[in-house]
Antibody, heavy 112, light 109 residues
Framework: QVLLVQSGAEVKKPGASVRLSCKTSGYSFTDYFIHWVRQASGQGPEWMGRATHYSQNFQGRVTMTIDTSTTTVYMELNSLRPEDTAVYYC???????????WGQGTLVAVSS | QTVVTQEPSLTVSPGGTVTLTCASSNGAVTKSYSPNWFQRKPGQPPKTLIYSTDNTHSWTPARFSGSLLGDKAALTLSGVQPEDEAEYYCLLYDGGAWVFGGGTRVTVL
């Protein structure tokens, strides 16, 4: 079955970087995109991007990479600030806007 | 930057019907916006209900349907069940980026 399994929770200090992973299985990896979405407590979700196609809100601060050998997608966010505290999700998309499976989410807490 | 607007909250009686809408600040929502709809319950990841305006997944209950309603995307819940109480979010593709709506909290009362 299709699985997206994300890495564990992270606690970071302001200014630090975080690298999250999303290990995929159960499907043809190259037939789909993996996007990253975050949701802070009490707020709506925010689309962050997919590999090489980032939201303007994160340009220059985010890097998303793909390892096809391990079917894993990584998201690195730099210069963390307290407002980056959120649950980060990976979600699969078949080109054309077909979103389907989500990872379980990773909590990132940014605090001094 | 595009702003996507949803009703903040709606209340529906069990067995009733409710329609949620999703509007774009850039004008009428069309199929080219590829509207997706997600359900989120506390402590769980979102679940995709509708993709590309009106297509359902194998796990989407038949009481959920997507459409275009006037100049907006819409999600209709027919024969609402207590377990449908949740937050619902739409997602649109606009201007080369995906944009979420702020969400609608549906209360079943």
């Amino acid at each position: 079955q299709v699985l997206l399994v994300q890495s564990g929770a992270e606690v970071k200090k302001p200014g630090a970087s975080v690298r999250l992973s999303c290990k995929t299985s159960g499907y043809s990896f190259t037939d789909y995109f993996i996007h990253w979405v975050r949701q802070a407590s009490g707020q709506g979700p925010e689309w962050m991007g997919r590999a090489t196609h980032y939201s303007q809100n994160f340009q220059g601060r985010v890097t998303m990479t793909i390892d096809t050998s391990t079917t894993t997608v990584y998201m690195e966010l730099n210069s963390l600030r307290p407002e980056d505290t959120a649950v980060y999700y990976c979600v699969r998309e078949r080109q054309g806007g077909l979103f389907d499976y989500w990872g379980q989410g990773t909590l990132v807490a940014v605090s001094s | 930057q595009t702003v996507v607007t949803q009703e903040p909250s709606l209340t529906v009686s069990p067995g009733g019907t409710v329609t949620l809408t999703c509007a774009s600040s850039n004008g009428a929502v069309t199929k080219s916006y590829s509207p997706n709809w997600f359900q989120r319950k506390p402590g769980q990841p979102p679940k995709t209900l509708i993709y590309s305006t009106d297509n359902t997944h194998s796990w989407t209950p038949a009481r959920f349907s997507g459409s275009l309603l006037g100049d907006k995307a819409a999600l209709t819940l027919s024969g609402v069940q207590p377990e449908d109480e949740a937050e619902y979010y739409c997602l649109l593709y606009d201007g080369g980026a995906w944009v979420f709506g702020g969400g609608t909290r549906v209360t079943v009362l």
